[in-house]
């Protein structure tokens, strides 16, 4: 059975950091791309960063670019998301996706850049 859990959200002041974790089971998770979305509240989810399957290739959206890092453990199964100098736009559930089969969701991680 296929799992994804999203841990290492919370609130956070305008630039600070967080870190979210992924852990990933349920399936051959060194060979699988990853991504990252988040959605905020009235909009749609938005796809901003994958790695590929060894985590040589990264893809990072723009508006993150410089601020967002995304990477990954093959060894412990594991997907991360190093979030520095958050804004309060930044704030949305973020989720973390496998791209495989129909593909594969988390439940989400609530972050929220707040003064």
């Known amino acids: 059975q296929v799992q994804l859990v999203e841990s290492g959200g919370g609130l956070v002041q305008p630039g600070g950091s967080l870190r979210l974790s992924c852990a990933a089971s349920?399936?051959?998770?060194?060979?699988?791309?990853m991504s990252w979305y988040r959605q905020a509240p009235g909009k749609e989810r938005e796809l901003f960063a994958t790695?590929?399957?060894?985590?040589?290739?990264?893809n990072v959206l723009h508006s993150v670019r410089g601020r967002f890092t995304i990477s990954r453990d093959n060894a412990k199964n594991l997907m991360y998301l190093q979030m520095n100098s958050l804004k309060p736009e930044d704030t949305s559930v973020y989720y973390c996706?496998?791209?495989?089969?129909?593909?594969?969701w988390g439940k989400g991680t609530q972050v929220t850049v707040s003064s």
């Open positions: 790695i590929s399957a060894t985590g040589d290739n990264t």
């Open positions: 996706y496998a791209h495989r089969e129909g593909g594969y």
């Open positions: 349920g399936f051959t998770f060194s060979s699988t791309y």
